[in-house]
C-alpha cells in the first residue's frame, strides 16, 4: 500500500509530502528504512524526470518485508542544495549555499521518526532502521549514519556528493564513537562525470571512488562493514540508481 500525505517539519519551517510503502498483508511490526527525494521512489508520474526507482516493484517481489519513507525534497529554486547540505561550503556550485542539513535531520529524527513509530507498526530500535539517498540525498545518507548513529545503523549512499564537504564529514567521523554493527554502502557510476566507459581499474583514480573509499575505511575501522560498488556505464540518474536496488538491500538488510 502506498501512501501520500503531507507532513509539517518544525525544524525547517515547511511542509514536504511524504511517499510511505506499507507490506500489504501482515500486521507486523516492521523495520523501516528512510529515502531522501522521496518522490523519485515508487511511481513515475511522481519522479522530476519521469523515471523513479522502482521501489515498490522490488520491494513486492523481496522477501523482506519493510515500511518506506520518502521524503520530498524541497522544488522552490536551489533549496533542495541547502536542505541537503549538512556543513558549509566553499565548493563551486555549493560556494554560499546555506547548510541546513543538520535542520533537515533535526525534523526527521525529532519529528518524523516519532509520528511514523506512532502511526505505523515499525520496529523502532536502531537495528532495524536505516536510511538511502543518491546524489546530496546520498551525502545525507552518510551524514546521518555519523551524527545519528544512535538511530541509523544502516546507510546506502548512492552516487553520494561527498566531494564537496568530505574533509567536514571525516573529521566529525574521527571524533564520533560509531557503533560497529554500523553498515553502508557506496556506490558510483563510470560514466557520472560525463567520461567514456571506463573499467574498474581506471575509475580508482576518480575523485568519487577516492571519497567513497576513504569515508568506507573510516567506518570499517570502527569495526563496521561497507561495501562499494562501481557501476560500469552507470549514469547519474534514476533508472541506473534502481539497477542497484538487488545489491544495496540485500547487503544492509539480509548479510
Not at 523495520?31 to 523513479?52: C, I, Q, W
Not at 552507470?234 to 536496488?245: F, I, N, T, V
Request: with cysteine.
Amino acid at each position: 500500500m502506498l501512501i501520500k500525505q503531507d507532513f509539517y517539519f518544525h525544524a525547517l519551517n515547511a511542509h514536504r509530502p511524504l511517499h510511505i510503502r506499507v507490506p500489504d498483508g501482515g500486521d507486523g511490526p516492521f523495520p523501516v528504512m528512510y529515502f531522501f527525494d522521496g518522490h523519485n521512489l515508487f511511481r513515475d508520474e511522481d519522479a522530476t524526470y519521469g523515471k523513479s526507482w522502482g521501489l515498490d516493484s522490488y520491494m513486492a517481489g523481496w522477501d523482506k518485508p519493510m515500511i518506506i519513507v520518502g521524503v520530498e525534497c524541497a522544488h522552490e529554486g536551489t533549496l533542495r542544495l541547502n536542505e541537503y547540505l549538512p556543513y558549509y561550503s566553499n565548493y563551486g556550485w555549493l560556494r554560499g549555499k546555506e547548510a541546513l542539513g543538520d535542520s533537515t535531520m533535526q525534523g526527521i529524527v525529532n519529528e518524523l521518526k516519532p509520528y511514523i513509530d506512532s502511526a505505523f507498526p515499525t520496529i523502532p530500535f536502531r537495528e532495524c532502521t536505516g536510511i538511502a539517498g543518491s546524489s546530496m540525498g546520498g551525502l545525507m545518507a552518510a551524514f546521518a549514519a555519523v551524527r545519528y548513529n544512535h538511530l541509523f545503523s544502516k546507510a546506502a549512499c548512492l552516487s553520494p556528493a561527498l566531494g564537496s564537504v568530505s574533509g567536514m564529514l571525516w573529521h566529525e567521523m574521527n571524533n564520533t564513537v560509531l557503533s560497529p554493527d554500523t553498515r553502508v554502502y557506496f556506490s558510483w557510476g563510470t560514466l557520472e562525470s560525463g567520461k567514456i566507459e571506463n573499467p574498474w581499474e581506471e575509475d580508482k583514480k576518480s575523485w568519487i571512488y577516492k571519497t567513497c573509499r576513504t569515508t568506507a575505511n573510516k567506518f570499517i575501522a570502527r569495526g563496521g562493514a561497507a561495501r562499494l560498488y562501481c557501476q560500469i556505464g552507470g549514469r547519474h540518474c534514476e533508472a541506473d540508481w534502481e539497477k542497484q536496488l538487488p545489491i544495496f538491500m540485500p547487503f544492509l538488510w539480509q548479510e
